[in-house]
Nanobody
Framework: QVQLVESGGGSVQAGESLRLSCAAAGYNVWRKCMGWFRQAPGKERQGVAAMTTDGVRTAYTDFVSGRFTISHDANTLYLLMNSLKPEDTAMYYC????????????????????WGQGAQVTVVS
């Protein structure tokens, strides 16, 4: 019954920033790995950024080009998104995994058991 709830999405102009938050009830149960994923209509869900919560491994997909930063505290996962581009427009989801994941597995949606409901991010040029 672990629940993840995203917030912080919205519509912004290109070049602006947003910070997404994911409140994790039962975070201590699902504390091994956390990640952010995005999905545009008609497209596959793709990994954006993910981390092991011990800080040993952090993974970013190349298309964020150093603009995004993933972080967490005890109960919340964050994604700071700077210099947003229209191609960043998507539904963004946070996810949690109960097992330790390798660097390659961190950005694979199938690695995760628990998902939030999603937060829409729209970037207008």
């Amino acid at each position: 019954q672990v629940q993840l709830v995203e917030s912080g999405g919205g519509s912004v102009q290109a070049g602006e920033s947003l910070r997404l938050s994911c409140a994790a009830a039962g975070y201590n149960v699902w504390r091994k790995c956390m990640g952010w994923f995005r999905q545009a209509p008609g497209k596959e869900r793709q990994g954006v950024a993910a981390m092991t919560t011990d800080g040993v491994r952090t993974a970013y997909t190349d298309f964020v080009s150093g603009r995004f930063t993933i972080s967490h505290d005890a109960n919340t996962l964050y994604l700071l998104m700077n210099s947003l581009k229209p191609e960043d427009t998507a539904m963004y989801y946070c996810a949690a995994a109960a097992e330790w994941l390798t660097l390659d597995d961190l950005l694979r949606p199938q690695s995760y058991e628990t998902w939030g409901q999603g937060a829409q991010v729209t970037v207008v040029s």
